[in-house]
């Protein structure tokens, strides 16, 4: 199952390494695989790295893939992860 979503980014410096290294630790046992697209990249989720290289600012729209028998179980906790800003005020 593939679904898709596109959210905001809300954290105040954008997705930097606490809110990245959040993200991957929420994806290290799924099943599904996870894609984001920001602008005319498309980075895989699960790469610390590949989070930091996009420099989503704060309010940059992304677009969150995921494809997979885990599929909405994931897609939800990332758009809660990113509703609340990973933890970060």
């Known amino acids: 199952m ?3 979503k596109t959210i905001k980014v809300k954290n105040a410096l954008g997705l930097h390494i606490r809110p990245a290294a959040a993200i ?3 994806l290290q046992n799924t099943k599904s695989s996870v894609h984001f697209t920001y602008k005319t ?3 895989n989720a699960k790469s610390i790295m590949s989070i930091l290289m996009l420099a989503a600012k704060k ?3 992304i677009k969150i893939t995921v494809d997979g028998i885990d599929a909405k179980e994931i ?3 990332l758009v809660d992860g990113f509703n609340v800003g990973f933890g970060e005020k």
């Open 2 to 4: 593939i679904l898709t």
């Open 59 to 61: 309010n940059s729209s």
């Open 24 to 26: 991957v630790k929420l």
């Open 41 to 43: 990249d498309t980075i």
């Open 75 to 77: 897609l939800d906790k």
